[in-house]
């Protein structure tokens, strides 16, 4: 083993031959001319003019070695239900999907929506979408009509791949009516709809003439094979849309080779899960954590992947090790939140199975708090828990651990190292100067060219994708929004968000996207969204609301009422993702004297801090107010 300062250096020094040694992980079916197009900063193109296919990758590039290896193991706790295919069955699987979407129409740059819960035939779409060269584009099911209509009018998909439903925690949970409204809402439906029954709602109707069952299709299509469409690199396999500081959500827009590289290459340095061995990632597939590491990044290293439809506590807290034992999983990946959950539980349940196969446990999505670090290594005494940083425009860390590269003693509380590719620096959030000195605290941005696999562009929108992410600083760099300290060795601590994004259990909420659906209601003036520190899920919603009538204020059961209504609105709007963990009626929000927001005064306030500046506030009994209201009973999710 090399030593990692090398390695970074030569990621850096020599981007070129760095990355087309890493290339050679995947197949080209033409190979590329040119590894990177920088000359229009700060977009970058890599594997220029080399043709490849995600779907050929993950799938066809096995059957001669590993046909009979089971590829996708799925169990659903919710469902009672149990299902393997091995990567001739997978293999199989999506050609068939493949000629179902064919059928209805759908190629080559085509956008097909999926709104879809945790099962097998979610994988087999988003792999019939890249094997046809069509963008997918996963909606995760926690998302209301609301949310989903405005991801489809921003994607104009030619079709919407749903189920009759998801289940959590017991609970059914409806997503064909939720599909219905939002094709109602949509400016641009696409006009049909591919619906998987699972049985799990009785009579759900299909609407002729638009509505497509999927296996009364698929019986039609068995057996069929659809040859791959070779795409060139830099062609979009993907659009993940993700929450930033406006209401409108962001459709993060993924190459093709760039990231099929990224992925194989993060298997080896930072995953480290061999070919043959089993990963299973608790994460779900509408996140860019399920794309990464449930989907594309273990499939793409001929591992076997664990699909889990389920809590972690139920039956009960076995669950995950029961899995991890029964299916010798090496390689596991989570968030700190479902982490806590487990703690909450008796540590035995870590002890009732064998998990001495478990190589590696990662974590990522929210900051990783030291106790609940120290607690699972000790809970695992033979696995490695390791943090890492990242984000849904990187598609793969930033800052990490590089196990496969060189082994790091571990830093409670730091993610890791630069990782190699990204050129990270800290700078000043006022004057952009850069901040070298180590422990000092900064903005944490990379030198463009970002690496492989980061986002190309904004769907439709590369001006947004400059102004949004490059144009923070006098220099263009690109701005992760986070806060970070350096050590002398070179180890990042990250310390919160520079803007007002939500970190909820390590999924983004945008507060102007909760306060827009809140201002929906009619009885609310005004509303301030923030994010208040939670000892479970990191952050939870936290809504202050001016009622249009101030009486509402002073009545204590109507106030109740109205409370828990803005909680509704935005689980109608939204989904329950984002839906508040408590709504306060206050009479009027901290504002300065040019009418802006004091979002974090109010934070502040509400985790019982001090409020900070508060030189150019207009009227600071209202801050009282908000101190006020914190101390009210009310309803609490
Ligand atoms: P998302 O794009 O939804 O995955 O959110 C990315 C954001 O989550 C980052 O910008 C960070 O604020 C936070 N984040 C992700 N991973 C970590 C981590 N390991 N430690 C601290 N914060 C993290």
Redesign the pocket.
């Known amino acids: 083993m090399g030593s990692y300062e090398d390695f970074y250096r030569h990621s850096l020094d020599q981007p070129d031959a760095f990355w087309a040694e890493q290339a050679r992980l995947i197949d080209w079916e033409r190979p590329f001319d040119q590894v990177l197009d920088a000359s229009r900063p700060p977009f970058a193109r890599w594997f220029v003019g080399g043709r490849t296919n995600l779907c050929h990758n993950a799938v066809d590039r096995h059957l001669a070695t590993r046909a009979n290896q089971p590829a996708i193991v799925f169990e659903s706790t919710e469902a009672d239900q149990r299902r393997q295919y091995t990567y001739a069955q997978l293999h199989a699987e999506v050609n068939r999907v493949a000629a179902m979407l064919r059928e209805l129409g759908v190629g080559r740059g085509d956008r097909v929506i999926v709104y879809m819960p945790m099962v097998p035939e979610a994988l087999f779409t988003l792999l019939a979408c890249t094997r046809l060269g069509a963008i997918h584009s996963v909606v995760f099911g926690g998302f209301a009509a609301h949310s989903l209509a405005l991801r489809i009018d921003d994607a104009r998909p030619v079709l919407l791949v749903t189920a009759d439903a998801g289940m959590r925690a017991g609970r059914v949970i409806a997503y064909k009516p939720l599909v219905d409204e939002a094709l109602t809402l949509a400016q641009h439906p696409p006009a049909q709809v591919l619906v998987f029954n699972r049985g799990l709602v009785p009579g759900t109707s299909l609407t002729p003439g638009r509505d497509v069952d999927f296996a009364t299709l698929g019986a039609k299509h068995e057996g069929a094979r659809v040859p791959v469409e070779w795409l060139e690199s830099s062609e979009p396999s993907y659009i993940l849309y993700?929450?930033g500081t406006t209401g409108k959500p962001k459709g993060v827009q993924r190459d093709t080779g760039g990231y099929a590289v990224a992925l194989a290459a993060s298997m080896r340095h930072i995953y480290t899960g061999q070919p043959g061995e089993t990963m299973f990632t608790a994460s779900d597939i509408g996140?860019?954590?399920g794309h990464s590491y449930i989907v594309y990044g273990p499939l793409l290293n001929g591992m076997t992947t664990v699909l889990y439809e389920g809590l972690p506590t139920r039956p009960d807290a076995s669950i995950w090790w029961r899995l991890v034992e029964e299916h010798r999983v090496s390689v596991m990946f989570t968030s700190?939140t479902a982490i806590r959950v487990l703690k909450k539980q008796d540590a035995s349940f870590l002890k009732r199975h064998d998990t001495s196969r478990l190589r590696h446990l990662f974590?990522?999505?929210?900051?990783?708090d030291a106790p609940t670090h120290a607690w699972i290594s000790d809970a695992l005494p033979a696995t490695q828990v390791l943090?890492?940083?990242?984000?849904?425009?990187t598609g793969w860390p930033i800052?990490g651990p590089v196990p496969g590269v060189q082994a790091r003693p571990r830093k409670l509380g730091s993610?890791g190292v630069a990782l190699y590719g990204y050129r990270v620096k800290l700078l000043d959030g006022l004057s952009g100067a850069e901040v070298t000195a180590p422990n000092q605290k900064g903005v944490l941005v990379i030198e463009p060219p970002l690496p492989p696999g980061c986002l190309s562009t904004v769907w439709g929108d590369d001006e947004r994708f400059v102004s949004t992410y490059f144009s923070s600083f006098e220099t263009p760099v690109y701005n992760?929004?986070?806060w970070a300290t350096r050590d002398e060795d070179g180890d990042y601590f990250?310390l919160?968000?520079t803007d007002d994004?939500i970190?909820v259990a390590?999924?983004?909420l945008g507060t102007r996207e909760i306060e827009e659906a809140i201002s929906g209601h009619p009885a609310i003036a005004e509303v301030a969204v923030v994010g208040v520190k939670d000892d479970l899920k990191g952050q939870v919603v936290m809504a202050f609301a001016v009622p249009r009538d101030p009486t509402r204020l002073q009545r204590e059961e109507g106030r109740a009422d109205l409370e828990r209504e803005v909680m509704d609105t935005v689980g109608r709007t939204l989904g329950a993702v984002a839906r508040p963990a408590r709504v306060h009626l206050v009479a009027h929000l901290p504002k300065t004297r040019s009418g802006k927001l004091l979002r974090r005064s109010i934070q502040a306030v509400a985790e019982a801090r001090e409020p900070g500046d508060l030189s150019t506030i207009e009227d600071p009994s209202s801050l009282e107010g908000i101190q006020a209201a914190m101390k009210a009973r009310g309803p609490r999710e």
């Open positions: 993700t929450s996140w860019v954590v700190p974590l990522a999505g929210e900051p990783l943090d890492n940083y990242w984000q849904t425009e800052l993610p992760t929004f986070d990250i919160g968000r994004v970190n390590g999924h983004r």
